[in-house]
């Protein structure tokens, strides 16, 4: 039987294994590093509570979360879950309105601007909003077609957030 001098020189180098071993573990755990540790996840979570004060004395607070989720490099679809109450003179007005709502959208960056245009909207379980509220007080732009845009930053190299002109608004906290 011969044997293949070869493969012989190559076992005999047990350096060189314990060199690619290596390398391939360095290689792994920064890709590992850099997927936990990216502000562009595949999903964010952005909790938000605002007061709408409107002329006199007639209050709006919307309080939940938006959820947001990248399908794709240019698709993606936020929710919103969470609810809405009114307040007159101090007094709440009604019972809390619950929203659940999901939003469909393409969108392109160019520089730091997100632009939006919505492909979808969807009512969720338990959702009692109407579409004027949502409209006003969670996703501006709710129709097919209709576009939108807004600014993206990068806080401390760490937390994306959105917002408009130069305020970041809503940040991403997970």
């Known amino acids: 039987m011969t044997v293949n001098r070869s493969i012989l020189k190559f076992i005999n180098l047990p350096m060189l294994l314990l060199f690619i071993g290596g390398f391939a573990a360095a290689i792994g755990g920064f890709v590992i590093h850099t997927m936990y540790t990216s502000p562009l996840k595949s999903q964010c979570v952005m909790p938000v509570s605002f007061y709408d004060i409107k002329q006199g004395k007639d209050v709006a607070l919307l309080r939940g979360s938006y959820r947001s989720y990248r399908d794709s490099i240019?698709?993606?679809?936020?929710?919103?879950?969470?609810?809405?109450?009114?307040?007159?003179?101090?007094?709440?007005?009604?019972?809390?309105?619950?929203?659940?709502?999901?939003?469909?959208?393409?969108?392109?960056?160019?520089?730091?601007?997100?632009?939006?245009?919505?492909?979808?909207?969807?009512?969720?379980?338990?959702?009692?909003?109407?579409?004027?509220?949502?409209?006003?007080?969670?996703?501006?732009?709710?129709?097919?077609?209709?576009?939108?845009?807004?600014?993206?930053?990068?806080?401390?190299?760490?937390?994306?957030?959105t917002g408009v002109e130069t305020v970041a608004r809503i940040a991403c906290m997970n």
């Open 74 to 161: 240019s698709r993606g679809h936020v929710t919103f879950v969470g609810s809405l109450s009114r307040f007159s003179d101090g007094q709440r007005v009604g019972q809390p309105v619950t929203v659940n709502r999901e939003l469909r959208f393409e969108g392109s960056i160019t520089h730091n601007l997100l632009q939006m245009t919505i492909t979808g909207h969807n009512r969720r379980i338990g959702d009692q909003s109407s579409d004027d509220d949502v409209s006003t007080y969670v996703f501006p732009a709710l129709h097919n077609g209709e576009s939108g845009t807004t600014s993206l930053y990068l806080l401390d190299g760490k937390v994306m957030a």
